[in-house]
T-cell receptor, first 112, second 117 residues
Framework: NAGVTQTPKFQVLKTGQSMTLQCAQDMNHEYMSWYRQDPGMGLRLIHYSVGAGITDQGEVPNGYNVSRSTTEDFPLRLLSAAPSQTSVYFC???????????FGPGTRLTVL | AQKITQTQPGMFVQEKEAVTLDCTYDTSDPSYGLFWYKQPSSGEMIFLIYQGSYDQQNATEGRYSLNFQKARKSANLVISASQLGDSAMYFCAMREGVNSGNTPLVFGKGTRLSVIA
């Protein structure tokens, strides 16, 4: 199993550009989520999904879109990047009845 | 409202000594799970230990133990016999709904542990 994979590892954008951060898992997990990590702020939940076709907002959803068309994939879209979105982004997944949440390696995004 | 509080931004410990990292939480759900993750300088999130609200005994995993005091709503991580490789950020997290993989994990702001030789 590859676990949770994220691409790209690093990305630099200009203000106003759009991009999609990819997240995939091969563990057949129902639950997937996106977090952003900023210095001194811990990990804050952006969006999450409890299954294909179902998504919900977390603590800091503004400026981000998600969709979940398959169990495996949960992409995060930035429609118009802003410098405030400079952060490290983590995708995570888990299953019902399993307590551990598995994390991807993270994507470091810089918006200039 | 913040549900997880880690009051120690940074901690120092001598190698081979034990250290306690504090975590308090807030929830009205009687069924919840508490987690600790380690984030070394390389950036990955490493799961350390889990405690369910209905678990009768404190969780232990090797050198890690969780000092669970339900009435005080605290879930402190104890690392015994610290090693240089324990230097990292440590995050406490909570999920409401025991055995539910489908609720968000909420994190504290973390504690940076530095182990001194």
């Amino acid at each position: 199993n590859a676990g949770v994979t994220q691409t790209p590892k690093f990305q630099v954008l200009k203000t106003g550009q759009s991009m999609t951060l990819q997240c995939a898992q091969d563990m057949n997990h129902e639950y997937m989520s996106w977090y952003r990590q900023d210095p001194g702020m811990g990990l804050r939940l952006i969006h999450y999904s409890v299954g294909a076709g179902i998504t919900d907002q977390g603590e800091v959803p503004n400026g981000y879109n998600v969709s979940r068309s398959t169990t495996e994939d949960f992409p995060l879209r930035l429609l118009s990047a802003a410098p405030s979105q400079t952060s490290v982004y983590f995708c995570a997944s888990s299953n019902r009845g399993r307590n551990e949440q598995f994390f991807g390696p993270g994507t470091r995004l810089t918006v200039l | 409202a913040q549900k997880i509080t880690q009051t120690q931004p940074g901690m120092f410990v001598q190698e081979k000594e034990a250290v306690t990292l504090d975590c308090t939480y807030d929830t009205s759900d009687p069924s919840y799970g508490l987690f600790w993750y380690k984030q070394p300088s390389s950036g990955e999130m490493i799961f350390l230990i889990y405690q369910g609200s209905y678990d009768q005994q404190n969780a232990t995993e090797g050198r890690y133990s969780l000092n669970f005091q339900k009435a005080r709503k605290s879930a402190n991580l104890v690392i015994s016999a610290s090693q240089l490789g324990d230097s990292a950020m440590y995050f406490c997290a909570m999920r409401e709904g025991v055995n539910s993989g489908n609720t968000p994990l909420v994190f504290g702001k973390g504690t940076r542990l530095s182990v001194i030789a």
